[in-house]
């Protein structure tokens, strides 16, 4: 019962997330076509931000809240997670992620074939690599906060939340012109598979699961207390 909880609470994490990053997106079209000024990059990424801090604080007594393949994959490869349960957990943030893009198909209808539901995409003249390149970084900086705040049992537990939403929310800023600085591959697959939109999909893959591996080794080798220690 208590593994279903976990695989519930990231499903549920990952559907809110999702919901609420690409779902900002369709409402500044929105907002737009009706004559508004809209969110904006700014609006948009502080949505990204906040829903994070409060997924965080909601459920990481649950699942640790990962909310993000990335961040499953690279606790999988540094043994902090056993194959199967990592397995399920990405299961569950993928199927959270599908049904928060059906969700946002629903609601914003408009949005499906103009913004693609939040879907991320390279901006006009930016190549694969460098999408890839930018998801990396970010993803990188995302995954450490995670590990020296979240994990490190040496960190004051109080304000990880808030460090993990504002590194997502400069990192949304930041990549935001570039890739979409989505962090995450769940938050790319959802609304990519309910807009029909896969273009260059693969980028919102390996860009974050190679950052979020090299974050945990580099935290590993560099950074963490030896395993077994208290």
Known sequence: ??????????????????????????????????GGQGLGLLGISIAFGVVVIAIIYAMSYVSGSHVNPAV??????????????????????????????YA????FPDAAKTVFLGTCMLSNGVSVLRG?????????L???????????????????????GLVVLIGAMIGGTIS???????????PALASGQFTHHYVWWVGPVLGGIA????????????????
Request: glycine residues 10%.
């Open 215 to 230: 974050a945990g080794f580099v935290y590993d080798k560099l950074f963490a207390e030896k395993r077994g220690k208290a």
């Open 142 to 164: 995302l995954v450490f906060t995670i590990y020296g705040t979240l994990i490190d049992k040496r960190a004051s537990a109080g304000f990880a939340g808030v460090a993990v």
């Open 1 to 34: 019962m208590n593994a279903c909880k976990k695989y519930l609470a990231e499903f549920v994490g990952t559907f809110a997330l999702v919901f609420i990053a690409a779902g900002s997106v369709c409402a500044d079209f929105y907002l737009k076509q009706a």
């Open 72 to 101: 499953t994959i690279s606790f999988w490869v540094t043994r902090r997670m056993e194959p199967n349960t990592a397995i399920m957990y990405i299961i569950s943030q993928i199927g959270g992620a599908v049904l928060a893009g």
């Open 180 to 190: 979409g600085g989505a962090m995450n591959p769940a938050r790319v697959f959802g």
């Open 104 to 107: 946002l198909k629903t609601l």
């Open 132 to 140: 890839m390149l930018m998801e990396f970084i970010i993803t990188f």
